[in-house]
């Protein structure tokens, strides 16, 4: 199984001919009533889904079309509605992905293009919101420059990382080769329920605990550090970490695991020669997951930081927490219109790559060890 | 029907005697004793008696195997002699298997299991406490029904036993002071290699992975894996069944060999296997109970047990 | 072959050296939930514990700690202990050490002795370079026992001389001001030398060698899987106890308790009150309350779950049941997955753009309901067509055989075999949105404290109307609070402007007490779900 699909015309060709084929027979197989039925009502769903956009208040009347439609169908011709309705369901699936790329997208175009910038004679639109460190949407030159909070990101993120990475493949390992059967399930609810607790209740206690302890301790001017922002992400990080590195572990088989028992060498050698090495790809997903986690985690960073976008001094103090790119949002939402909005989108738009790149990445370096393990390799 | 309640897998090698143990338990929960087909007859001990010249390898007293609720073995008693093959043969869910791993201890994984009884090696307990598990399965070696190398090269996989145990050092660490074994791994690599029948056919692809090679060929070199680390008993669970009958055939030639060197456990499904390659065999029915045991030979032509002369000519099982 | 090690079937009795082994590692366990309770501060590190000050007695323990260590180790060199020890410590061990005495030489070269950058970079140099030989380079039972217990013996060293006391500061001396100060330093150093010796003096109880590596192992997996679920339960308890009062503030029972309410036409009063659940926030109340926050979070959890269930049980079975598995499969899961992965944020940024313009041009009930469901999705999906795929093809093929049509088949077969997996899916979904934040904050967020007349009526604010949309409802198309969104802007908003509340921080540990439990409440209903049909499928 491969993820991308490897395109080639004379094979696409064919398949378009054998789908039109199929459609071909579909139109002459069905009963004329249930086709118009099912057509009706894919005509008013696009023509309701149009008029949304378009942000019309006429949307209603296919909308209602369409669910008469559905409704005398699913009386009728249950089997070919049932059917149109999961695939249209499907389909409005890979579209909310779609409308959030267009929409953040198009949101974003304004201030992008008011950062262009000229290199050698070329304007690169967005340029300036990486090359410079200035953030002021006030006080002119306004400038919206995104590296402060990338910087912030990026550090929160190797923190959190640290923090997870090492601990949730402990875990992992501890839940699916270690622990006695009553002892795991206690443990991997437990997990799960630290997955549960809402960010902003960690924020919270990090806010009014962790935060002026902090500043106590290291005599920090103010509250708000990349390091205790960075250490409650990663802590918010693990369950993902841990259930999905517990899957990769416990998908190894058993026989590989019990052929190295059998030779007489312990638990642990067996863990690190064998099971962790062949489960190697799921644990690396499991960790970019968690990676895509910290790196989307919002509201523990937002109550916790200053939310005065700024770079630290030097880099990698790490004692002092401006903002992230998703504090920023969070933050400076409600009173921002215009250019300074849009510059937020634009830190949506790069939190939304990032992480769909992570995720596209994960599935496919577990669908690599999938088949790896299949011993087609 | 096929042998199916001792997968490698150990969990499941616990459930599915449990789920799969209709020759075990009826629908009712009651005990079932017997197999269609199978007649009652009370065992005797005698049947089970097998007198061999020297020292037992292997002497087993009153195994008894729980798993859950279940009764998978009942007291069984056997000595194995050394350097000569042994074969255990009996139903599906006769227990055999389970008796199979009780000798190295692998039934320990299996959370559910409880043992009672005693096995000794050259004497030697190893139903005690403080019994080194490494040191047993080092000198108590083992092969299972379907072939599981490891995701490694041909290389790695062979040299892996005695790497781990500390004889053999590889690696960066052991080249920047001078104590790489890299030519005492060719050697051990070849050796065991040969000694599976297996050199001629991957001599040249020692650095490929071993998830490469055809069902036979990964057998054979689970077995040589299983050589390398020089154990004094073999144990083999169905090492054939799923594999070709020219496989199947190079594997038996093999086991025949190595009853020069080796004392060989075989748990086989097939009666011809059993007595093409064993010195002595060891019927199990089910129920789990031992119920004969004796030269190969005797046990096939002649058997005491009316229920094993009837499985033996397929009247059941 | 080289070191080809010797040892019996059976343990000698070395009941006597694993008897020392183990008390080290006793020790260590001590000093480690000292320097715990010192970071803490459960105990300052100058309070007097057993006649000494704590850095005193922490100092004193690590090097008796330390020398035990190292004092195994060089027993077992001589053959005074019985170990089966390996020719080298190993690669990894040998790397840590170096980077950890790195650092040592740099830290005591800079800071103590106060040598230019050459200087310490020379010394780290050196350090390093000889604990990397002293690791690797011996056999096992010196190589993991010396550089652990030296390192334990020099820090205790350091702080019995009073090197770094309980007045010691380190500034960092950058641009913006940040310093290690005693009381940080010391109980996190402590920790980690205790933690190195811990598991040095753990691999001598298991005497070295493969086996000594496995104990040594287990000891911090163990203890990592002991913190993981000693932090949880902090977590949780630290807020229950935090949030007790403000939550049963003024809690009265009896008959005429509670406040007159209506419901299905009868008026009749509650036997209970609990304010801070029954309440909003109103300058004449006595004790605040959450109330639209409740029944806001309860209406964006309906109307999540009416949205995204159907779409997403019927993309499940259009993947699983309709497609061939071919491209187009494959695009859905990369899609799915990609949206599961898809930050919160990035919804609310969504919803602004896409929701907010067009339905009221404004925050609303509805807006947040739909962006909490987008969020929902995927996970209906992916959870859905896990269990789908889990109803063996068998039931499928026999219904076929049956000449039942395929979408017969799914609705009496798969969808009921498939239920319990999709309802734990989404009780587990609903806990994770209820928790959400960040999309309502852009989508639906209202003001700070809502007075109790703000909790939203969606029932009764449908009405009809003669232009198009011909229905409205001004209640979901209004701006309402939740609980994650209230205690946000608890936190942000500061004290002046919720001054109506009279307590503030109490009110806030309620309201995240409330919030826990709403959400864990989810979680361990979606858990103990699993568990029930899982025991119950194992048992049939």
Wanted: hydrophobic residues 50%; charged residues 15%; aromatic residues 8%.
């Amino acid at each position: 199984m491969t993820i991308l699909p490897q395109y080639d015309g004379a094979g696409l060709r064919t398949a378009v001919r054998r789908e039109l084929q199929r459609g071909r027979d579909f139109v002459d197989e069905t009963e004329p009533d249930a086709l118009v039925t099912v057509a009706v009502a894919s005509v008013s769903l696009l023509a309701a889904f149009v008029g949304f956009l378009a942000v019309s208040s006429l949307t209603a009347i296919p909308f209602a079309v369409f669910l008469v439609a559905t409704g005398y169908g699913w009386i009728r011709h249950q089997e070919l509605t049932a059917r149109v309705l999961t695939l249209t369901t499907t389909i409005s699936t890979i579209l909310i992905l779609g409308l959030i790329l267009v929409f953040i997208f198009a949101e974003a175009w304004p201030t992008v293009e008011y950062a262009t910038m000229t290199v050698f004679g070329i304007p690169i639109p967005g340029l300036r919101l990486f090359v410079e460190t200035r953030w002021s949407p006030v006080t002119p030159p306004i400038r919206y420059s995104l590296v402060p909070m990338i910087h912030g990101t990026v550090l929160v993120t190797i923190i959190a990382t640290a923090v997870a990475a090492p601990l949730g493949v402990a875990a992992a390992l501890f839940l699916s080769e270690i622990a006695p059967r009553t002892v795991r399930e206690l443990v991997k609810p437990g997990v799960e329920i630290l997955a549960g607790i809402p960010s902003i209740v960690y924020g919270f206690i990090g806010f009014t605990i962790l935060s002026p302890w902090a500043s106590d301790q290291f005599d920090i001017v103010g509250q708000g550090t990349y390091l205790f922002v960075g250490v409650v992400v990663g802590l918010m990080a693990l369950p993902t970490v841990v259930s999905v590195a517990e899957d990769a572990l416990n998908s190894v088989p058993e026989s590989m695991k019990s052929g190295s028992l059998a030779l007489g060498t312990t638990d642990w050698q067996t863990m690190t020669s064998i099971t962790l090495p062949a489960a190697f790809s799921g644990v690396s997903a499991a960790v970019l997951l968690g990676v895509g986690r910290a790196i989307g985690e919002t509201m523990a960073a937002t109550v916790m930081l200053r939310g005065s976008p700024g770079l630290t001094k030097p880099l990698y103090n790490v004692f002092y927490g401006n903002d992230t790119l998703t504090s920023l949002i969070a933050a400076n939402y409600g009173d921002a219109d215009g250019l300074q909005l849009s510059a937020l989108f634009v830190a949506g738009v790069i939190l939304f790559i990032t992480v769909l790149f992570l995720s596209i990445g994960s599935q496919y370096i577990e669908a690599r060890m999938r088949q790896k393990l299949g011993g087609t390799d | 029907m096929t042998e199916t309640t001792q997968s490698t897998d150990a969990e499941q090698a616990a459930e599915s005697t449990q789920t799969t143990g209709i020759d075990i338990e009826g629908g009712t929960g009651q005990p079932l004793e017997v197999t269609s087909g199978e007649t009652r007859e009370q065992t005797r001990d005698e049947w089970v008696e097998y007198e061999f010249d020297g020292a037992a390898k292997l002497a087993v007293e009153d195994l008894d195997v729980y798993y859950g609720d279940d009764h998978a073995l009942k007291s069984v008693s056997m000595e194995i002699p050394e350097n000569s093959v042994t074969a255990l043969i009996g139903p599906s869910g006769c227990g055999k298997s389970t008796f199979l791993r009780c000798l190295n201890r692998m039934n320990d994984r299996i959370k559910a299991a409880r043992i009672d009884g005693s096995v000794a090696l050259e004497g030697e307990e190893i139903y005690q406490d403080g019994v080194n598990l490494v040191e047993l399965r080092k000198r108590v070696g083992m092969v299972f029904q379907s072939p599981n190398p490891f995701p490694k090269s041909i290389r790695d996989n062979i040299s892996y036993g005695p790497r781990k145990h500390g004889d053999l050092e590889t690696g960066f660490l052991a080249g920047l002071l001078g104590r790489s074994d890299d030519d005492a791994v060719d050697d051990l690599v070849e050796r065991s290699l040969r000694q599976a029948a297996l050199w001629d056919e991957v001599q040249d692809r020692l650095d490929d992975n071993a998830l490469g090679l055809s069902g036979g060929q990964q057998q054979r070199l689970c077995i040589a894996r299983a050589l390398a680390t020089d154990p004094e008993v073999l144990l083999m669970d169905e090492p054939a069944s799923a594999l070709d009958p020219i496989a199947t055939s190079k594997i038996e030639d093999l086991v025949h060999e190595l009853a020069e060197d080796y004392t060989v456990v075989i748990v086989t499904h097939n009666m011809q296997q059993a007595a093409r390659i064993s010195d002595q065999t060891a019927v199990f029915l089910t129920g789990g109970e031992l119920v004969e045991y004796g030269e190969t030979e005797q046990v096939f032509e002649d058997p005491e047990s009316q229920r094993v002369e009837d499985y033996i000519s397929g009247k059941f099982g | 072959m080289a070191g080809a090690v010797e040892s019996s079937l059976v343990n000698e009795d070395t009941s006597g050296t694993e008897t020392i082994a183990a008390s080290a590692v006793g020790l260590a366990a001590v000093l480690f939930a000292l320097s715990l309770a010192a970071l803490f501060e459960f105990v300052a590190i100058t309070d007097p514990i057993a006649g000494v000050s704590m850095v005193v007695l922490l100092g004193a323990l690590l090097v008796v700690l330390g020398a035990a260590v190292v004092a195994f180790g060089v027993g077992s060199r001589l053959g005074y202990v019985a170990t089966q020890p390996r020719p080298s410590a190993g690669l990894v061990a040998s790397v840590a050490f170096a980077g950890l005495w790195f650092v040592v030489g740099g830290l005591v070269a800079s800071q103590t002795l106060g040598l230019g950058t050459v200087g310490w970079g020379a010394t780290a140099l050196v350090t390093g370079g000889v604990a990397f030989a002293a690791t690797a380079l011996p056999r096992e039972d010196i190589g993991s026992t010396l550089p652990a217990g030296s390192l334990a013996i020099l820090t205790g060293v350091i702080f019995l001389a009073g090197i770094i006391g309980p007045s010691w500061v380190w500034d960092l001396g950058w641009e913006q001001q940040a310093s290690f100060n005693a009381e940080f330093a010391i109980p996190v150093v402590t920790a980690f030398c205790s933690l190195l010796a811990g598991w040095a003096s753990a691999k001598a109880y298991g005497g070295f060698g493969a086996r000594g590596r496995h104990v040594g192992a287990y000891v911090l997996v163990y203890l990592n899987a002991l913190s993981i679920i000693a932090v949880l339960f902090l977590l949780v308890a630290f807020t229950v106890l935090k949030g007790l009062p403000g939550l049963f503030n003024g809690l009265a029972f009896g008959p005429g308790a509670g406040p007159e309410t209506t419901l299905f036409g009868v008026t009749f009063t509650l036997p209970v009150s609990w304010p801070f659940v029954m309440n909003g926030v109103a300058l004449l109340n006595d004790i605040n309350g959450v109330l639209p926050a409740i029944v806001g979070t309860i209406w964006l959890v309906i109307g999540a779950v009416v949205f995204a269930v159907p779409l997403g049980v019927g993309a499940a079975v259009f993947i699983t049941e309709y497609a061939e598995r071919g491209r187009f499969t494959q695009v859905v899961e990369v899609a799915t997955n990609g949206l599961w992965s898809t930050p919160s944020i990035v919804f609310g940024l969504f919803g602004l753009a896409f929701l907010v313009p067009r339905l009221g041009n404004g925050k609303s009930l509805l807006a947040g309901m739909l962006t909490l469901g987008f969020m929902l999705l995927p996970l209906v999906v992916i959870t859905s067509r896990e269990a789908m795929l889990a109803v063996p093809d068998e039931y499928r093929d026999a219904s076929a055989a049956l000449g039942v049509s395929k979408w017969q088949t799914v609705r009496s077969i798969v969808l009921p075999a498939a239920l319990p997996g999709i309802v734990t899916g989404i009780i587990l979904g609903v806990g994770r949105i209820a928790g959400e934040t960040a999309p309502i904050l852009l989508t639906m967020s209202g003001s700070v404290a809502p007075p109790g007349s703000q909790t939203v009526d969606v029932i009764g604010g449908f009405e009809f109307t003669t232009a198009p949309p011909f229905v409205d409802n001004p209640e979901l198309l209004q701006a309402t609070s939740a609980l994650p969104y209230q205690l946000y802007s608890l936190i942000t908003a500061g004290v002046g402007q919720s001054s109506n509340i009279a307590n503030i921080d109490e009110f806030r540990w309620a309201t995240a007490l409330i919030l826990l439990v709403v959400v864990l409440s989810f979680y361990a209903v979606g858990i103990a779900t699993r568990y029930y049909f899982r025991r119950k499928l194992q048992h049939e």
